[in-house]
């Protein structure tokens, strides 16, 4: 069997900075447009609602693709193991 490590993908220091920046700003320029958004409280209240759903369902959206992801690696590397164990115990020159 042979033996195969999986590359550990991992981010930067700097793209992870950049991204929490990249979200921070995002955000705070929404909140600043909600906030000074010329309409009635209740206008201004139902939209910052909306963004917060929508923030929270990117979240959980983005942990469901991770998930399925990982998922179909680790099967993956089971079906690549089977194969292995098959193909070393086969022997090409037993008569079938």
């Not at 220091?13 to 909140?31: N, T």
Request: proline share 1%; aromatic share 10%; glycine share 6%.
């Amino acid at each position: 069997m042979s033996e195969t490590t999986a590359v550990k993908q991992q981010n930067t220091a700097a793209f992870y900075g950049q991204a929490v920046l990249s979200f921070g700003v995002a955000a705070g320029a929404v909140a600043l447009g909600i906030f000074f958004l010329d309409a009635d409280a209740w206008v201004r209240a139902f939209l910052a609602i909306g963004v917060l759903y929508l923030v929270t369902s990117c979240f959980t959206l983005a942990k469901v693709i991770r998930d399925r992801q990982e998922a179909g690696q680790i099967i993956s590397r089971v079906d690549q193991a089977r194969l292995e164990k098959i193909l070393a115990e086969h022997d090409p020159f037993q008569k079938l």
